[in-house]
């Protein structure tokens, strides 16, 4: 799974390099600032190397997230040769539905939150079609993952650990005509955490802890985009 994310992400940056000669490039010159916000599926997150009370537990569980939402924001700069890149801020929700283990599942509650920031570079690609501009784009930055109240089996979690973590984008911009640089935009995003994250468990007083790696969001988001006159 690790191995994938990685290659799709890759992907992402690498596609528009690819394409980059193929075809010109909205016109996207100087600054701007974008919103968006929409739909967060989280994959099951697997839990391992339990430790209680100083001893090492067999076994690994998978937690199980319901559907999300997430928020984001960002500013940046285009260049008027399609490539642009922006610095980001986003904010991401899920509850804790169940966690499974040896194939028993413990009922869930409380949630998780992602947040933190990416650096991203987008190119945009004109295909002939004055409404309608796609574009790619890739990002690096950093989140943090915080589980809050989160309760299954008797376990309890509220803490915060910091992960690398990487996204690709796929999204439509759509003009508005009424309104000089605005434009409406619909995406894809991926999301991928990286870095090995222990995580204390409160435990009737034993202390307890597990580690978690590989952490992954789809999300369908919808946006706004207001680019300055040069």
């Known amino acids: 799974m690790q191995f994938r994310a990685a290659l799709f992400a890759a992907t992402m940056l690498a596609v528009p390099l690819a394409l980059a000669g193929r075809a010109e490039a909205q016109p996207v010159a100087g600054p701007y600032v974008s919103l968006g916000g929409g739909l967060d599926l989280k994959s099951a997150t697997t839990q391992k190397n339990y430790v209680a009370g100083g001893a090492n537990l067999s076994g690994d569980t998978k937690a199980v997230f319901k559907n999300g939402f997430d928020a984001r924001a960002a500013i940046g700069y285009g260049f008027n040769n399609g490539w ?26 409380g949630h998780e939150s992602q947040y933190g920031g990416f650096v991203n570079g987008v190119y945009d690609f004109d295909i002939g079609l004055p409404w309608l501009y796609p574009y790619l784009g890739a990002g690096i930055g950093w989140q943090e993952a915080r589980y809050s109240d989160a309760k299954a ?7 915060a650990r910091g992960s690398f973590a990487y996204q690709g984008i796929v999204g439509l911009s759509f003009p508005i005509a009424p309104v000089m640089g605005l434009s409406a935009t619909v995406e894809y995003r991926f ?27 789809n999300q369908i988001n919808i946006g706004l985009r207001y680019e300055f006159a040069p």
């Not at 929700?93 to 009922?107: E, H, I």
């Open 191 to 217: 999301i991928g955490l990286t870095t090995a994250r222990r995580y204390a468990i409160d435990n009737a007083g034993i202390p307890a802890s597990f580690k978690q790696q590989g952490e992954y969001n």
């Open 153 to 159: 089996g008797g376990f309890n979690v509220n803490q």
């Open 84 to 109: 642009r890149v922006e610095l980001e801020g986003d904010y991401i929700r899920n509850g804790l539905d169940k966690v499974k283990s040896g194939g028993v599942a413990a009922k869930g509650s």
